[in-house]
């Protein structure tokens, strides 16, 4: 189970933190990544940890706003999200794949959150 959480409504340029928790699965072996999906698009990628936290990734979208991070002690990761646009507004999804590699499209991943909705407004 992944349980995401800390969108909310924020102004251009603000910044939020979403945690995604997960219980039920052995964190620690499975890569993570963060999605978002705007209304009337396709869920798309926006970046993916590695099990250790050693290596990140990002979409050319977001990188250099966007951090994502991982604890693996308290089986959760984190996706800082700065300076945010308009454009950023989207339903955020936590996801955990096994796959190898860098892994960007849905199909990659055995376990989503809920979502968590990000509003980037004046």
């Known amino acids: 189970q992944l349980q995401a959480s800390g969108g909310g409504l924020v102004q251009p340029g603000g910044s939020l933190r979403l945690s995604c928790a997960a219980s039920?699965?052995?964190?620690?072996?499975?890569?993570m990544g963060w999605f978002r999906q705007a209304p009337g698009k396709e869920r798309e990628f926006v970046s993916f940890?590695?099990?250790?936290?050693?290596?990140?990734f990002y979409a050319d979208s977001v990188k250099g706003r966007f951090t994502i991070s991982r604890d693996n002690a308290k089986n959760t990761v984190y996706l800082q999200l700065n300076n945010l646009k308009p454009e950023d507004t989207a339903v955020y999804y936590c996801?955990?794949?096994?796959?190898?590699?860098?892994?960007?499209?849905?199909?990659?991943?055995?376990?989503w959150g809920q979502g968590t909705q990000v509003t980037v407004s004046s």
């Open positions: 039920g699965l052995n964190f620690r072996m499975y890569g």
């Open positions: 940890i590695r099990r250790s936290g050693a290596g990140t």
């Open positions: 996801a955990a794949t096994l796959t190898v590699g860098v892994p960007t499209t849905t199909e990659a991943y055995n376990h």
